[in-house]
């Protein structure tokens, strides 16, 4: 019986040496490391929503705007002002020359003119050409009554002011409306080519409301010139 015992005892021994070894032998197994959690995103404090903070940027885009446009203004408004005394430094020492157009011209021969009334200088020149059976004279284009410049009307064979209604006959003596006088007339000439020269700073005039006696008959005293030529 002890023997029996003493084999038992003798397995039980092997037994627990041979889990031994295997509990020695088996691999330990390396502990994973654990994946991070994704992050919450964090919630907006109160009064920061998407919305405000689109707000902020949009009030800050257009703080910036307005400063540049005042940048623009400031800059523009100190160029005008450097130019503007620029303009008038140079206009001190500039000549105050005034341009007129030349009061005296050519118009032509006398055979250019038939009987009647000529516009085509008046733009240019502001006369009417008159040419009658006897006489060739130049009608200064200036109402008497206030200096507007009258229209020839074929059709009525007069002169018509269109500021007033002052009318005036074919030779520019006035019949109606507020003109008090005929219109003057420019001094013409012939010169040493057989050319008609108008000048219109020599005027001849008729003040008949003054009981005046006409111009319009004088000639020069050697004959070449002066209110009219004759044809």
Known sequence: M???????????????GNEGKSEATAPVEKAKPEKPAPAKPSK???????????KVVQSASLAGEVRILRRTIIWTSVAGFLVACLLMFLRFFLPRAIFEPNTVFRIGLPGDFGIGVDTKFQQQ??????????RLFVIYARCTHLGCTPDWKAGENKFKCPCHGSGYDSEGVNFEGPAPRPMDRAHIELDAEGQLVVNTARLYSWERDKGKDSQFNDHDSGGTGGAYISV
């Open 2 to 16: 002890e023997t029996a015992s003493m084999e038992t005892v003798d397995d039980a021994s092997n037994d627990v």
């Open 44 to 54: 907006p404090a109160i009064g920061t929503s998407a919305g405000a903070r689109t």
């Open 125 to 134: 020149y502001r006369i009417w050409v008159v040419r009658n059976a006897e």
